[in-house]
Protein backbone atom coordinates (compact mmCIF):
# COMPACT_ATOMS: atom_id res chain seq x y z
CA UNK A 1 0.00 0.00 0.00
CA UNK A 2 2.79 2.43 0.82
CA UNK A 3 4.80 2.02 -2.07
CA UNK A 4 4.26 5.22 -3.81
CA UNK A 5 4.66 6.50 -0.37
CA UNK A 6 8.41 5.14 0.01
CA UNK A 7 9.52 5.62 -3.17
CA UNK A 8 9.22 9.38 -2.81
CA UNK A 9 10.68 9.25 0.64
CA UNK A 10 13.93 7.68 -0.74
CA UNK A 11 14.00 9.77 -3.24
CA UNK A 12 14.03 12.94 -1.30
CA UNK A 13 16.80 11.08 1.45
CA UNK A 14 18.87 10.55 -1.76
CA UNK A 15 19.52 14.03 -2.55
CA UNK A 16 20.47 14.91 0.94
CA UNK A 17 22.89 11.77 1.25
CA UNK A 18 24.93 13.26 -1.75
CA UNK A 19 25.51 16.53 0.40
CA UNK A 20 28.31 16.37 2.28
CA UNK A 21 27.42 19.69 5.37
CA UNK A 22 23.57 20.01 5.55
CA UNK A 23 22.23 24.16 4.76
CA UNK A 24 18.37 25.24 6.03
CA UNK A 25 18.00 25.61 2.52
CA UNK A 26 18.66 21.43 2.09
CA UNK A 27 16.33 21.00 5.27
CA UNK A 28 13.53 22.94 3.46
CA UNK A 29 13.91 21.43 0.11
CA UNK A 30 13.53 17.66 1.94
CA UNK A 31 10.42 19.23 3.77
CA UNK A 32 8.82 20.02 0.62
CA UNK A 33 9.41 16.91 -0.91
CA UNK A 34 7.62 14.95 2.17
CA UNK A 35 5.00 17.45 2.25
CA UNK A 36 4.24 16.57 -1.54
CA UNK A 37 4.49 12.93 -1.19
CA UNK A 38 2.21 12.88 1.76
CA UNK A 39 -0.16 15.08 0.13
CA UNK A 40 -0.21 12.58 -2.84
CA UNK A 41 -0.61 9.93 -0.28
CA UNK A 42 -4.40 11.14 0.65
CA UNK A 43 -2.74 12.51 3.86
CA UNK A 44 -5.07 14.89 5.55
CA UNK A 45 -3.52 18.77 5.30
CA UNK A 46 -3.60 19.47 8.54
CA UNK A 47 -2.19 16.29 9.43
CA UNK A 48 0.65 17.18 6.83
CA UNK A 49 1.18 20.44 8.22
CA UNK A 50 2.29 19.86 11.58
CA UNK A 51 4.41 16.55 10.56
CA UNK A 52 6.16 18.73 8.12
CA UNK A 53 6.50 21.77 10.77
CA UNK A 54 7.77 19.25 13.60
CA UNK A 55 10.34 17.82 11.72
CA UNK A 56 11.92 20.83 9.82
CA UNK A 57 12.28 22.52 13.39
CA UNK A 58 13.44 19.72 14.66
CA UNK A 59 16.40 19.66 11.82
CA UNK A 60 17.25 23.28 11.60
CA UNK A 61 17.20 23.13 15.77
CA UNK A 62 19.75 20.41 15.59
CA UNK A 63 21.80 21.45 11.93
CA UNK A 64 25.36 22.99 13.55
CA UNK A 65 25.20 19.20 15.79
CA UNK A 66 23.95 17.53 12.45
CA UNK A 67 26.94 18.46 10.59
CA UNK A 68 29.34 17.48 13.31
CA UNK A 69 28.60 13.84 12.77
CA UNK A 70 29.95 11.51 10.26
CA UNK A 71 26.67 11.12 8.73
CA UNK A 72 24.61 13.91 8.97
CA UNK A 73 21.81 12.67 6.42
CA UNK A 74 21.30 9.86 8.92
CA UNK A 75 20.28 12.21 11.77
CA UNK A 76 18.10 14.04 9.69
CA UNK A 77 16.31 10.29 8.35
CA UNK A 78 16.09 9.79 12.33
CA UNK A 79 14.10 12.74 13.09
CA UNK A 80 11.63 11.95 10.52
CA UNK A 81 11.45 8.34 11.42
CA UNK A 82 11.01 9.28 15.42
CA UNK A 83 7.73 11.74 13.78
CA UNK A 84 6.58 9.36 11.65
CA UNK A 85 6.63 6.67 14.20
CA UNK A 86 4.60 9.54 16.70
CA UNK A 87 2.40 10.30 14.08
CA UNK A 88 1.06 6.30 13.75
CA UNK A 89 0.58 6.12 17.58
CA UNK A 90 3.81 5.80 19.11
CA UNK A 91 3.45 2.79 21.42
CA UNK A 92 0.32 1.27 21.18
CA UNK A 93 -1.75 -0.17 23.67
CA UNK A 94 -2.96 -3.92 23.33
CA UNK A 95 -6.83 -5.05 23.86
CA UNK A 96 -8.23 -4.41 27.62
CA UNK A 97 -8.85 -7.66 28.85
CA UNK A 98 -12.43 -7.21 31.44
CA UNK A 99 -11.56 -8.19 34.95
CA UNK A 100 -14.33 -10.52 34.99
CA UNK A 101 -15.17 -12.53 31.66
CA UNK A 102 -16.26 -12.69 29.32
CA UNK A 103 -14.15 -9.37 27.82
CA UNK A 104 -16.87 -7.83 24.99
CA UNK A 105 -15.62 -6.37 21.89
CA UNK A 106 -17.75 -4.65 19.76
CA UNK A 107 -16.54 -3.90 16.27
CA UNK A 108 -18.70 -0.85 13.87
CA UNK A 109 -17.93 0.48 10.86
CA UNK A 110 -19.08 1.08 7.56
CA UNK A 111 -20.83 -1.92 5.35
CA UNK A 112 -17.99 -2.96 3.13
CA UNK A 113 -15.35 -2.17 5.55
CA UNK A 114 -14.84 -5.86 6.22
CA UNK A 115 -16.09 -6.30 9.49
CA UNK A 116 -17.52 -9.42 9.30
CA UNK A 117 -14.15 -10.95 7.90
CA UNK A 118 -12.46 -9.56 10.46
CA UNK A 119 -14.26 -10.80 13.25
CA UNK A 120 -12.67 -14.05 12.08
CA UNK A 121 -9.93 -12.81 12.35
CA UNK A 122 -9.95 -11.29 15.44
CA UNK A 123 -10.94 -14.45 17.11
CA UNK A 124 -8.58 -16.45 15.68
CA UNK A 125 -5.89 -14.54 16.69
CA UNK A 126 -6.99 -13.89 20.00
CA UNK A 127 -7.93 -18.24 20.02
CA UNK A 128 -4.23 -18.59 19.52
CA UNK A 129 -3.53 -16.64 22.77
CA UNK A 130 -5.14 -19.29 24.71
CA UNK A 131 -8.58 -17.28 24.67
CA UNK A 132 -12.03 -18.79 24.00
CA UNK A 133 -13.71 -16.33 21.80
CA UNK A 134 -17.00 -15.96 20.65
CA UNK A 135 -18.25 -14.90 17.72
CA UNK A 136 -22.19 -13.03 18.16
CA UNK A 137 -23.97 -12.21 14.71
CA UNK A 138 -25.52 -9.34 15.60
CA UNK A 139 -25.64 -7.82 11.77
CA UNK A 140 -28.95 -8.83 11.05
CA UNK A 141 -29.33 -6.40 8.00
CA UNK A 142 -26.52 -7.17 5.31
CA UNK A 143 -28.37 -9.98 2.95
CA UNK A 144 -26.34 -13.60 4.29
CA UNK A 145 -24.15 -11.51 7.02
CA UNK A 146 -24.62 -14.14 9.50
CA UNK A 147 -24.57 -17.34 7.03
CA UNK A 148 -20.46 -15.49 6.02
CA UNK A 149 -20.14 -15.48 9.97
CA UNK A 150 -20.53 -18.61 10.78
CA UNK A 151 -18.49 -20.38 7.64
CA UNK A 152 -15.97 -18.13 9.56
CA UNK A 153 -16.34 -19.21 12.31
CA UNK A 154 -16.57 -22.73 11.25
CA UNK A 155 -13.03 -22.21 8.73
CA UNK A 156 -11.43 -21.35 12.26
CA UNK A 157 -13.30 -23.79 14.96
CA UNK A 158 -14.73 -20.49 16.56
CA UNK A 159 -18.39 -21.19 17.88
CA UNK A 160 -20.67 -18.65 16.66
CA UNK A 161 -23.98 -17.41 18.18
CA UNK A 162 -26.59 -16.69 16.26
CA UNK A 163 -30.11 -17.18 17.04
CA UNK A 164 -31.62 -15.31 14.11
CA UNK A 165 -31.08 -15.91 10.59
CA UNK A 166 -30.29 -12.42 9.25
CA UNK A 167 -31.91 -10.79 6.24
CA UNK A 168 -33.84 -8.35 7.91
CA UNK A 169 -35.39 -10.67 10.68
CA UNK A 170 -34.43 -10.03 14.30
CA UNK A 171 -33.69 -8.14 16.67
CA UNK A 172 -29.63 -6.93 16.66
CA UNK A 173 -29.60 -5.34 20.25
CA UNK A 174 -31.34 -8.92 21.68
CA UNK A 175 -29.11 -10.87 19.78
CA UNK A 176 -26.13 -9.11 21.05
CA UNK A 177 -27.59 -9.31 25.20
CA UNK A 178 -28.10 -12.94 24.63
CA UNK A 179 -25.20 -13.93 23.06
CA UNK A 180 -22.81 -11.88 26.26
CA UNK A 181 -25.07 -13.93 28.70
CA UNK A 182 -24.64 -17.43 26.65
CA UNK A 183 -20.67 -16.62 26.80
CA UNK A 184 -21.16 -16.65 30.33
CA UNK A 185 -22.80 -19.66 30.83
CA UNK A 186 -20.71 -21.33 28.57
CA UNK A 187 -17.61 -19.73 30.29
CA UNK A 188 -16.26 -18.36 27.13
CA UNK A 189 -13.55 -15.34 27.98
CA UNK A 190 -14.04 -13.38 25.04
CA UNK A 191 -17.12 -12.34 23.26
CA UNK A 192 -17.28 -10.68 19.75
CA UNK A 193 -20.10 -8.89 18.50
CA UNK A 194 -20.15 -8.44 14.75
CA UNK A 195 -22.82 -5.09 14.39
CA UNK A 196 -24.32 -4.17 11.02
CA UNK A 197 -22.78 -1.60 8.76
CA UNK A 198 -24.34 1.18 6.18
CA UNK A 199 -23.30 2.69 3.26
CA UNK A 200 -22.93 5.89 4.42
CA UNK A 201 -23.02 7.23 8.17
CA UNK A 202 -27.25 8.03 9.30
CA UNK A 203 -29.17 8.41 12.02
CA UNK A 204 -30.41 4.69 11.75
CA UNK A 205 -27.06 3.46 11.51
CA UNK A 206 -26.07 5.31 14.99
CA UNK A 207 -28.76 4.74 16.93
CA UNK A 208 -28.75 0.38 16.06
CA UNK A 209 -25.14 0.69 17.22
CA UNK A 210 -25.71 3.36 20.33
CA UNK A 211 -28.64 -0.04 21.94
CA UNK A 212 -26.09 -2.73 20.94
CA UNK A 213 -23.04 -0.30 23.06
CA UNK A 214 -25.49 0.48 26.09
CA UNK A 215 -26.93 -3.27 26.19
CA UNK A 216 -23.84 -5.16 26.34
CA UNK A 217 -21.46 -2.63 27.97
CA UNK A 218 -18.12 -3.49 25.68
CA UNK A 219 -14.81 -3.49 27.18
CA UNK A 220 -13.55 -2.62 23.91
CA UNK A 221 -15.60 -0.61 20.72
CA UNK A 222 -13.20 -0.87 17.42
CA UNK A 223 -13.49 0.78 14.74
CA UNK A 224 -13.14 -1.15 11.47
CA UNK A 225 -11.95 1.20 8.36
CA UNK A 226 -10.92 0.08 5.18
CA UNK A 227 -7.67 1.97 4.31
CA UNK A 228 -8.28 1.89 0.41
CA UNK A 229 -10.73 4.68 1.02
CA UNK A 230 -8.56 7.94 1.51
CA UNK A 231 -9.88 11.03 3.21
CA UNK A 232 -13.86 9.49 3.97
CA UNK A 233 -12.10 6.80 6.14
CA UNK A 234 -11.39 9.84 8.37
CA UNK A 235 -13.96 11.54 7.96
CA UNK A 236 -16.36 8.21 8.69
CA UNK A 237 -14.02 7.82 11.78
CA UNK A 238 -14.95 11.25 13.40
CA UNK A 239 -18.33 10.74 12.45
CA UNK A 240 -18.57 7.71 14.67
CA UNK A 241 -16.37 8.99 17.31
CA UNK A 242 -19.16 11.83 17.76
CA UNK A 243 -22.13 9.46 17.61
CA UNK A 244 -21.43 6.25 19.22
CA UNK A 245 -17.67 6.60 20.58
CA UNK A 246 -14.95 4.08 20.05
CA UNK A 247 -11.52 3.32 21.44
CA UNK A 248 -9.24 1.44 18.80
CA UNK A 249 -9.26 1.63 15.23
CA UNK A 250 -8.56 -1.70 12.95
CA UNK A 251 -7.63 -1.08 9.46
CA UNK A 252 -8.48 -3.83 7.32
CA UNK A 253 -7.31 -3.96 2.71
CA UNK A 254 -3.59 -2.66 4.61
CA UNK A 255 -2.59 -4.99 1.01
CA UNK A 256 -4.60 -3.16 -1.34
CA UNK A 257 -3.49 -0.95 -4.24
CA UNK A 258 -4.39 2.65 -2.13
CA UNK A 259 -2.58 5.30 -1.14
CA UNK A 260 -2.65 4.85 2.73
CA UNK A 261 -3.21 8.36 3.75
CA UNK A 262 -6.28 6.80 5.95
CA UNK A 263 -3.37 5.02 8.43
CA UNK A 264 -1.31 8.28 8.92
CA UNK A 265 -4.69 10.66 9.64
CA UNK A 266 -7.08 8.35 11.60
CA UNK A 267 -4.88 8.44 14.71
CA UNK A 268 -3.94 12.27 14.46
CA UNK A 269 -7.56 13.23 13.75
CA UNK A 270 -9.36 10.85 16.66
CA UNK A 271 -6.86 10.47 18.39
CA UNK A 272 -7.55 6.59 19.22
CA UNK A 273 -4.74 4.31 18.51
CA UNK A 274 -4.59 1.59 15.91
CA UNK A 275 -4.40 -1.53 17.52
CA UNK A 276 -4.66 -4.33 14.64
CA UNK A 277 -4.00 -4.03 10.81
CA UNK A 278 -5.76 -6.94 8.46
CA UNK A 279 -2.84 -7.72 4.88
CA UNK A 280 -4.88 -10.04 3.04
CA UNK A 281 -7.94 -12.27 2.53
CA UNK A 282 -6.93 -15.46 4.28
CA UNK A 283 -7.67 -15.54 8.27
CA UNK A 284 -4.31 -15.79 9.31
CA UNK A 285 -3.65 -12.01 7.67
CA UNK A 286 -3.65 -10.86 10.30
CA UNK A 287 -1.68 -9.17 13.25
CA UNK A 288 -0.55 -6.52 16.05
CA UNK A 289 -0.09 -2.58 14.55
CA UNK A 290 3.40 -1.91 15.35
CA UNK A 291 4.20 2.05 14.66
CA UNK A 292 7.46 1.25 14.59
CA UNK A 293 7.62 -0.90 12.68
CA UNK A 294 5.12 0.53 10.11
CA UNK A 295 7.47 3.68 10.05
CA UNK A 296 10.33 1.39 9.35
CA UNK A 297 8.80 -0.28 6.18
CA UNK A 298 7.51 3.25 4.89
CA UNK A 299 10.90 4.29 4.74
CA UNK A 300 12.70 1.67 3.01
CA UNK A 301 13.86 -0.18 6.45
CA UNK A 302 11.88 -3.29 6.18
CA UNK A 303 9.95 -5.03 9.05
CA UNK A 304 12.75 -7.39 10.02
CA UNK A 305 11.13 -8.44 13.72
CA UNK A 306 7.90 -9.14 12.25
CA UNK A 307 9.34 -11.54 9.30
CA UNK A 308 11.54 -13.00 12.58
CA UNK A 309 7.94 -13.59 14.66
CA UNK A 310 6.65 -15.47 11.55
CA UNK A 311 9.41 -17.11 11.34
CA UNK A 312 9.20 -18.72 14.44
CA UNK A 313 5.54 -19.37 14.50
CA UNK A 314 6.04 -21.27 11.55
CA UNK A 315 8.92 -23.55 12.43
CA UNK A 316 8.09 -25.07 15.70
CA UNK A 317 10.73 -25.07 18.77
CA UNK A 318 11.81 -28.61 18.64
CA UNK A 319 13.36 -28.52 15.05
CA UNK A 320 14.17 -24.55 15.52
CA UNK A 321 16.36 -25.74 18.27
CA UNK A 322 17.91 -29.11 16.78
CA UNK A 323 19.01 -26.94 13.72
CA UNK A 324 20.96 -24.21 15.84
CA UNK A 325 22.58 -26.81 17.76
CA UNK A 326 23.99 -28.20 14.39
CA UNK A 327 25.15 -24.86 13.43
CA UNK A 328 26.52 -24.68 16.63
CA UNK A 329 28.57 -27.83 16.83
CA UNK A 330 29.41 -27.30 13.17
CA UNK A 331 27.57 -29.75 11.48
CA UNK A 332 26.30 -29.83 7.64
CA UNK A 333 23.29 -28.24 7.14
CA UNK A 334 21.33 -30.89 4.81
CA UNK A 335 18.67 -31.30 2.24
CA UNK A 336 16.48 -32.45 5.00
CA UNK A 337 16.70 -29.96 7.21
CA UNK A 338 16.13 -27.87 3.66
CA UNK A 339 13.09 -29.39 3.47
CA UNK A 340 11.65 -28.31 6.89
CA UNK A 341 12.55 -25.08 6.38
CA UNK A 342 10.60 -25.27 3.31
CA UNK A 343 7.38 -26.52 5.35
CA UNK A 344 8.29 -23.32 7.25
CA UNK A 345 8.07 -21.08 4.80
CA UNK A 346 4.92 -22.63 3.38
CA UNK A 347 3.38 -21.78 6.88
CA UNK A 348 4.22 -18.27 6.67
CA UNK A 349 2.17 -17.54 4.16
CA UNK A 350 2.63 -15.16 0.92
CA UNK A 351 6.33 -15.52 0.01
CA UNK A 352 5.57 -12.05 -1.96
CA UNK A 353 4.58 -10.42 1.43
CA UNK A 354 7.41 -11.90 3.33
CA UNK A 355 10.24 -10.49 0.57
CA UNK A 356 8.54 -7.07 1.16
CA UNK A 357 9.15 -7.09 4.58
CA UNK A 358 13.29 -7.15 4.07
CA UNK A 359 15.07 -3.60 3.83
CA UNK A 360 15.38 -2.51 0.57
CA UNK A 361 12.73 -4.09 -0.77
CA UNK A 362 11.12 -1.31 -2.66
CA UNK A 363 14.22 -1.58 -4.91
CA UNK A 364 13.30 -4.88 -6.23
CA UNK A 365 9.35 -4.52 -6.71
CA UNK A 366 9.01 -5.98 -10.26
CA UNK A 367 11.10 -9.00 -8.81
CA UNK A 368 8.53 -9.44 -5.68
CA UNK A 369 5.62 -8.79 -7.06
CA UNK A 370 6.38 -11.13 -9.99
CA UNK A 371 7.87 -14.06 -7.52
CA UNK A 372 5.79 -17.40 -8.29
CA UNK A 373 4.80 -18.60 -4.81
CA UNK A 374 4.53 -22.00 -6.26
CA UNK A 375 7.97 -22.27 -6.75
CA UNK A 376 7.89 -23.70 -3.18
CA UNK A 377 5.50 -26.37 -4.00
CA UNK A 378 7.92 -27.17 -7.07
CA UNK A 379 11.40 -27.02 -5.03
CA UNK A 380 9.81 -29.03 -2.43
CA UNK A 381 8.79 -31.80 -4.90
CA UNK A 382 12.21 -31.92 -5.77
CA UNK A 383 13.78 -32.45 -2.69
CA UNK A 384 10.78 -34.60 -1.41
CA UNK A 385 11.78 -37.41 -4.83
CA UNK A 386 15.38 -37.47 -3.17
CA UNK A 387 16.44 -40.51 -0.90
CA UNK A 388 17.08 -39.94 2.74
CA UNK A 389 20.82 -40.77 1.70
CA UNK A 390 20.86 -38.16 -1.14
CA UNK A 391 19.32 -35.61 1.14
CA UNK A 392 21.85 -36.28 3.63
CA UNK A 393 25.00 -36.18 1.41
CA UNK A 394 24.16 -34.45 -2.10
CA UNK A 395 27.60 -35.64 -3.61
CA UNK A 396 25.51 -38.84 -4.27
CA UNK A 397 23.92 -37.43 -6.58
CA UNK A 398 25.34 -37.87 -9.68
CA UNK A 399 23.80 -37.96 -13.27
CA UNK A 400 21.49 -40.68 -13.55
CA UNK A 401 19.98 -40.09 -10.01
CA UNK A 402 19.38 -36.23 -11.39
CA UNK A 403 17.34 -37.83 -13.72
CA UNK A 404 15.26 -40.26 -11.83
CA UNK A 405 14.90 -37.24 -9.57
CA UNK A 406 13.67 -34.71 -12.49
CA UNK A 407 11.18 -37.44 -13.64
CA UNK A 408 9.90 -38.42 -9.87
CA UNK A 409 9.04 -34.85 -9.13
CA UNK A 410 7.99 -33.48 -12.71
CA UNK A 411 10.76 -31.15 -13.01
CA UNK A 412 13.66 -30.79 -15.10
CA UNK A 413 17.28 -32.07 -14.70
CA UNK A 414 17.90 -28.36 -15.17
CA UNK A 415 15.58 -27.62 -12.31
CA UNK A 416 17.22 -30.07 -10.18
CA UNK A 417 21.07 -29.30 -11.02
CA UNK A 418 19.79 -25.52 -10.37
CA UNK A 419 18.88 -26.13 -6.83
CA UNK A 420 21.79 -28.87 -5.99
CA UNK A 421 24.19 -25.64 -7.10
CA UNK A 422 22.43 -23.25 -4.83
CA UNK A 423 21.95 -25.80 -1.91
CA UNK A 424 25.93 -26.20 -2.39
CA UNK A 425 26.32 -22.24 -2.50
CA UNK A 426 24.54 -21.79 0.79
CA UNK A 427 26.67 -25.16 2.58
CA UNK A 428 29.62 -22.82 1.79
CA UNK A 429 28.21 -19.38 3.02
CA UNK A 430 26.90 -21.29 6.35
CA UNK A 431 30.21 -22.84 6.62
CA UNK A 432 31.81 -18.79 6.67
CA UNK A 433 29.04 -17.90 9.13
CA UNK A 434 29.84 -20.24 11.25
CA UNK A 435 33.65 -19.81 11.42
CA UNK A 436 33.46 -16.22 11.19
CA UNK A 437 31.06 -16.55 14.58
CA UNK A 438 33.74 -18.84 16.21
CA UNK A 439 31.18 -21.46 15.96
CA UNK A 440 28.70 -20.27 17.67
CA UNK A 441 25.45 -18.40 17.17
CA UNK A 442 22.84 -19.16 14.50
CA UNK A 443 21.33 -17.75 11.73
CA UNK A 444 19.75 -14.42 12.28
CA UNK A 445 15.97 -15.54 11.26
CA UNK A 446 15.03 -19.19 12.75
CA UNK A 447 14.09 -21.45 10.58
CA UNK A 448 15.67 -19.58 7.55
CA UNK A 449 19.29 -20.15 7.09
CA UNK A 450 20.88 -17.03 5.52
CA UNK A 451 22.86 -18.83 2.70
CA UNK A 452 19.93 -20.76 0.67
CA UNK A 453 18.33 -17.38 -0.52
CA UNK A 454 14.83 -18.58 -2.37
CA UNK A 455 14.36 -21.74 -4.88
CA UNK A 456 15.49 -20.04 -8.57
CA UNK A 457 12.28 -20.03 -10.66
CA UNK A 458 11.85 -22.16 -13.38
CA UNK A 459 14.35 -22.42 -16.37
CA UNK A 460 16.73 -19.72 -14.57
CA UNK A 461 20.16 -21.14 -15.08
CA UNK A 462 22.86 -20.88 -12.39
CA UNK A 463 25.95 -20.06 -14.09
CA UNK A 464 28.77 -21.93 -12.49
CA UNK A 465 32.20 -20.17 -10.98
CA UNK A 466 34.60 -20.44 -13.41
CA UNK A 467 37.91 -21.85 -12.81
CA UNK A 468 41.34 -19.51 -13.09
CA UNK A 469 43.29 -20.79 -15.63
CA UNK A 470 47.05 -21.93 -15.16
CA UNK A 471 50.06 -19.16 -16.25
CA UNK A 472 51.69 -22.28 -17.44
CA UNK A 473 51.03 -22.70 -21.61
CA UNK A 474 51.09 -26.50 -21.46
CA UNK A 475 49.29 -26.94 -18.53
CA UNK A 476 46.80 -24.47 -19.50
CA UNK A 477 46.45 -26.02 -23.05
CA UNK A 478 45.82 -29.16 -21.61
CA UNK A 479 43.07 -28.00 -19.17
CA UNK A 480 41.54 -26.04 -21.87
CA UNK A 481 41.73 -29.80 -23.86
Do not use: C, W
Amino acid sequence: MFDNLTSKFASAFSSLRAKGRLKSGDIDSVAAEIRAALIESDVALDVVESFVTRITDRSLEKLEEVNKGINPSQAIFTIVNEELTAILGGNSRRIRMAKKAPTVIMLTGLQGAGKTSLAGKLALHLKKDGNTPLLVASDLQRPNAVTQLQTVGDSIKVPVFAPEPGNGVGDPVAVAKAGVKFAQEKFYNIVIVDTAGRLGVDRELMQEAIKIRDAVSPDEILFVVDAMVGQDAVRTAQAFQEGVGFDGVVLTKLDGDARGGAALSVLAKTGKPILFASTGEKVEDFDLFYPDRMASRILGMGDIQTLAEQAKRAMDTTTTSRLEEKFAKGEDFTLTDFLSQLEAMKNMGSMSKMLAMLPGAGAIKKQIENFDDNELVRTQAIVQSMTPAERNDPKLLNGSRRARIAKGSGRQVSEVNNLVDRFAGAQKMMKQMRAGAGGKGSPSIPGMPAGMGLPAPAGQKVTPKKKSKSGNPAKRAAEEA
